[in-house]
């Protein structure tokens, strides 16, 4: 194991240069470009065996790498916010084949306005594609999902590609002290792909068929069972990992100060540390503050916030999205959750960060703050009057 | 095969129990091309026909191996399984992909032209009915001038579609690809050797396949063969090829047929006038002209 000082972007590399992926596609777009950069040079210096194609699109990126897999090969590309958009036909296609590419996802903000900085609206926009959707919050995480990613996509009762999600320039850029694993461990952590959902020249196979009503439903429960079927398997992978390399993570979601905390603020990515530090804060006010930072958004861990909020007074989502016309996304998803657990109390929604713009630590405060006093239910960070901007004006309760 | 012939292919069948319609050109060419690829090609189809007649789940109709692409990803998903399979060990195989004219020359074109300027090592073939007749007969890059289509109507005012064809053969040709060639299914033999041709050659290989559709022709099913005969024979198409950065003619009418015989037989011109036909007989000579001018004949 060495240690090295890298960014997001060289973290996630050097974790697939770990993971060997047989044929890596993709197209450059800001601010992914640096990891396909870095995995140019692992395979120009041959530390990296793998097939390099230089597509011309995202939609060819994706393409080459469906077809790449329904060779049986292990197959990678990176893309981010128009990248993901101009890609998206193949992400349905990729996840209803069942072919389980791992994608880096350099969360962006979406044109127009054009705008190369992090938000999540790529990303959340494509929580229907059937991907599994899990967002890094620092530079070794993003280098263990690359490993760990495979293992749960590849895995026989998930086979499902999986989006890894960096926010652009906060996470793809900042670099930070990072353990590389040895290869050795990630061979034993991560087998070589085996799969009988490719081309097989003993017994020829039709792929990627068409589908009509009278069967197409089954093939559309079994990719959902499969997406279910991770939650399992992300625990098993997550132990597995830390047998090998020592570092535990916690599954779909990673509470903070929870237990006995009477106002909880639910994010995800990058944005989740600084919120940790604010309610550390808080704490020693005696404000009992705590954070839930959503690690995967599909599957969806439905149980586990409502678990973590179950005892909570009130909370808030802070997310760098929003369903226009409604409400953050992130949130929809988190209060159904506590709907169906049977869980009512007041929730309040903050969208912050869009097209790159900082959440600072005074923000996040008053967004505690807002929480504890009550909020509209759809606020955004730096406009003062809600209802000038889409706040639904219903006041103060969402329940 | 040495020298293949029709009566010599292989009496394997790859594309069988399919529903494309009777006399359906796009079917031949998959089929014949099949046949001489043999059982170790794996083929890559976008939406159109022939996904449509050969892919539905249970019925599903390639005996070898086959995928369906994304409608613009013809090429690209073509990159990936001859990668895929390279890294995989396997170096006994033929990655084709069989587009109609509208995922060859529309939507398609991006990366067929990606692939192209990576040599990448594949067999394109563009089976061209010159409209979208998956969905019902729609005007595409490869329409030619004057046929009707449904989204180029032929009235008083506007007889039928206005613009020539794409030149996708030498558009192909433009990269500097190491085999590109045209054929027609009414010259079988021809499209055959020119398969087994690209069959040897390393890198991209692009084969522009007139295919006839009966029903968006408005001939009959017993007419296609015919008709692409009858469409090399009066000029309106030729066979040729382009290797080595030279083009060559392979296949040159004495005396070409009658252009408005041709087209009068055919519903999807019916309408046009002898103004139109004087201005697609003055376009099929100018293209002969530059033939004549830059491709060898042998």
Known sequence: MSRKFLSGNEAFAEGIRLAKPDVISAYPITPQTIVVE??????????LKSDFIHVESEHSALSCAIGASAAGARAFTATSSQGLLYMAECLYYASGGRFPIVMMNADRSTALPWNIYGDQRDSLSQL????????AENAQEALDLALMSWRIAEDKRVSTPVMVNLDGFVLTHTYETVEIPEQAQADKFLPPYVTDNRIDFANPKNLAFSAGPDTNYIFKYKAHTGMLAAKEVVAETETAFAEIFGRQYSGLLDSYRTEDAEIILVTLGSIAGLCREVTDRLRAHGIKAGVVRIRYMRPFPNEEIAAALKNAKAFGVLEKDISFGNEGTVFTNVNSALQKAGIHIPGYNFIGGLGGRNISAGEIGEIFAAIQSGANSVNFLGIDDAEKTGGDGNGKSNS | MANPTA????????????KACAGCGGSLAVRAALKVLGQNAVSVLPAGCMSAVGFNFPQLCFSNNSIISTFAGTASMLTGIEAGLRAKGYSDFTAVGFA?????????IQALSGAIARNDNII???DDNEAYMNTGIQKSGLTPFGARTTTT???SNIHGNLRPKKNMFEIAAAHGIPYAATASVGYITDFIKKVEKASKIQGTKYIHVIAPCPTGWGIQPDETVEIAKEV???GLWYLAEYENGEFTLNHKPKDFSSVEAYLKKQGRFKH???????TIIASRDKKWAYIEKNFAYR
């Open chain 2, 272 to 278: 046009l006038d002898l103004d139109d036909i004087k």
């Open chain 1, 38 to 47: 870095r995995l140019s040079e692992m395979v120009e210096d041959g530390s």
């Open chain 2, 7 to 18: 009566e010599k292919l292989s009496r394997d069948e790859y594309f069988y129990g399919h």
């Open chain 1, 128 to 135: 229907d594609s059937g991907w599994i959707q899990v967002y």
């Open chain 2, 124 to 126: 394109y073939i563009c």
């Open chain 2, 100 to 108: 109609g004219d509208g995922g060859t020359a529309d939507i398609g």
């Open chain 2, 153 to 155: 109507p032929a009235g």
């Open chain 2, 232 to 234: 090399v024979d009066c």
